[in-house]
T-cell receptor, first 111, second 111 residues
């Protein structure tokens, strides 16, 4: 089955700096890669996703890149703000299969 | 429109009792997932329903766990003879084909 590894497990950045979270996956059949933000006591919220026919996708301060050959994808957050502080999860799946999640990254944006 | 709704939001049960957790997906969503999240941990896949296809039950940890879904509507996750290690947040998500939009979860505490 699919195996997703996520790094780092914790990340602290100064407000205004950029944050990058990286994930690798094992199953070459995976073609859908979403990212979730989870705040304390809440369910994960889908913030951006990318499919394997695209190398990069941007939405305001958030971008995701995908390298299908190397089987890795990354989340980039620019101009970080304190409200970006949360746990971020990557996932891999697609083709009507279940999503496999990474272990999460606790992002702290320091004011 | 309404998001994914889960009930109850909190459940405390005695060890050995059976519990039933409910998920109301977003209308029209053919895919429905159940995940388990232990405190401070990642998302552990339990079961995946997609339309009229046979569910993917490969994540259910033991035969004490079962889930049903009525068509493309409500799903219930049943845990029989609960154990303390079943204490966790149980998250339901729904989507169309690959996406997953999560509810707020049911926090289960087995005492």
């Amino acid at each position: 089955g699919e195996n997703v590894e996520q790094h780092p497990s914790t990340l602290s950045v100064q407000e205004g700096d950029s944050a990058v979270i990286k994930c690798t996956y094992s199953d070459s059949a995976s073609n859908y890669f979403p990212w979730y933000k989870q705040e304390l006591g809440k369910g994960p919220q889908l913030i951006i996703d990318i499919r394997s026919n695209v190398g990069e996708k941007k939405d305001q301060r958030i971008a995701v890149t995908l390298n299908k050959t190397a089987k890795h994808f990354s989340l980039h957050i620019t101009e970080t703000q304190p409200e970006d502080s949360a746990v971020y999860f990557c996932a891999a799946g697609g083709s009507a299969r279940q999503l496999t999640f990474g272990s999460g990254t606790q992002l702290t944006v320091l004011p | 429109g309404a998001g994914v709704s889960q009930s109850p939001s909190n459940k405390v049960t005695e060890k050995g009792k059976d519990v039933e957790l409910r998920c109301d997906p977003i209308s029209g969503h053919t895919a429905l997932y159940w995940y388990r999240q232990r405190l401070g941990q990642g998302l552990e896949f339990l079961i995946y329903f997609q339309g009229n296809s046979a569910p993917d039950k490969s994540g259910l940890p033991s035969d004490r766990f079962s889930a049903e879904r009525t068509g493309e509507s409500v799903s219930t996750l049943t845990i029989q003879r609960t154990q303390q290690e079943d204490s966790a947040v149980y998250l339901c998500a729904s989507g169309v084909v690959d996406e997953a939009f999560f509810g707020q979860g049911t926090r289960l505490t087995v005492v």
